[in-house]
C-alpha cells in the first residue's frame, strides 16, 4: 500500500499532484472510492478515499486521520559540512530519511567544499524518500549555515561532533544516550580546523571517533546515523 | 598520506598504473626518494620508496611491510539482492568498503530485478573506496549467485537475514555476538518469497528486523552492515 504526499490533507479534500495522480491512476489503476493513505510530511497519516480518479488531478478526501503516525520518541539532527559534488549529498539525504532522521543542516566550515546549496531538490528527495520509507513526517532542512550560526542555535542536549584527530574523542557507545534527541556534527573532507572544534566543544560537543578509517563526510553522516538509530531500534 | 594499490607490491619492485603514476607524480608531485604507502588489497600495506618518478609509469620499491593491516578480528559478508539500478549496487559497494565489508555476494531470489551482474565495475569502486578509506585489503567480491548455491556455501555460524515479514523476527542486537564472522542476507525491493525465508532458515539463517520502517535493498543492506560494525567498534 503506498503512501503519496499532500501537506493539507488534513483539511479535507485535495488533489495530488501531477506525478502522483499518474502513479495513483494510471500505474496502480485506483479508481473513485478505492483507498489510499496520504502523508502530511508533519507526521500525520490520513486514510483516504479516491472521489475523483483522474490521472492528471487525482482528488481524495481523508476518512480517518493518524496523527504522529510511526512517530518516534527522540529527535536526530543531522548537521554536515556538503560535499563538492551535489549527487553525494543529495544521496546522503535520500538515505537519511529513510533510515530515520528529524533535522538536516548543511553547515559551512573553514574547509567545506561548497559554500552554498539549493535544498529544493533535497525537499523533493526527502519527500519520495518518505513515501518510500513509508514514513509520515519530514525532515526540517534548513539552508546553508556557517558553524558559529549552528553553534549559536537552539540544539539538544546531547551534542556529538565527529573528528578525525585527537585523543580524546569516544565511541557513540560511551557518549549517547538511548531515546535523547541528538545532533551529529561532520565535517568536511579537510576536517574541521581546530578552532573550529575548540568552539564547538565550548558549545557544549562531545568529539567521537567512527572508527580508525577515514570515512568520506557522507559515509561519517550515514554510519553515525545509523548507529544512533540502531541504539535507540 | 594517500595509499596506492599494487596487488604485486609485496614481490618488492612495481609500476603503480597510469592513473596512480599520474596522480603520484603530476598531482602529489612526489619525486625518486619520497615515500609512498602501497596496499596489496589482501590486508598487507608496504612503506615504498619511489625508483622513478615516471607521471605514466611511477616505478615503487617495497622498503618495509606490514602485514593484516587494520584487519579486524572478525570478517562479514554481505549478500544482497542486486537492485535494477546498478548505481545503487554501486554506491552500496563503495559505502561498504569503506565502513568495513570483507565479503560481498550479490544473490539472486525470486523477485529479484536482475539475474546477472558485471563485477568488474565494482572490483574499481571497491579499490578506489579500500585507498580512500586508508584500508589494505579489498573484500571477496563474488559474481551473481543463486540464493541455493549461496545457502549451500561455506559460510560463517552467525547468518542473519533481513526479512519485512514475520513476528518471529529479532533484533541484531539479540542475535549477533560481538567478534564473531557473520554473514548478512539482503532481499530484493519484492522481499524474499516465504519458501526463500524458509530454505534460509533450514540453512541456519535468523531472520533479523531492522525497524518498521520499509528501507531499500541498498539502505538495507548499508544500515545492517554499519549496525554490524558498530556493534564490534
Known sequence: MPIFYHPDITSGIVSLDAEESRH???????????SV?????????????????????????????????????????????PTKNMARIEWLVEKAVEIGVDEFTPVICQHSER????????????????????RASLPV?????????????????QRLVCYCEGNQRQSLHQVYARGHDA???????????????????????VPVTLGDTRLRTETAALYALSALNFINE
Open 37 to 81: 493513505s496520504v502523508a502530511d510530511g508533519r507526521g500525520t497519516l490520513c486514510r483516504c478515499r479516491i472521489v475523483s480518479a483522474d490521472a492528471r488531478e487525482c482528488v481524495v478526501e481523508a476518512v480517518e486521520t493518524e496523527e504522529h503516525y510511526r512517530q518516534r520518541p527522540f529527535r536526530l539532527h543531522l548537521a554536515v559540512a
Open 115 to 134: 559554500g552554498v546549496l539549493k535544498t529544493d531538490r533535497l525537499e523533493k528527495i526527502a519527500i519520495s524518500a518518505m513515501k518510500q520509507s513509508l
Open 183 to 205: 545532533v551529529v556534527l561532520i565535517g568536511p573532507e579537510g576536517d574541521f580546523a581546530p578552532s573550529e572544534i575548540a568552539h564547538a566543544m565550548e558549545a557544549g560537543f
Open 24 to 34: 495513483c491512476v494510471k500505474v496502480l489503476r485506483l479508481r473513485e472510492g478505492d
Open 141 to 157: 532542512i534548513h539552508g546553508a549555515t556557517s558553524l558559529s550560526d549552528l553553534l549559536s542555535s537552539n540544539l539538544p542536549q
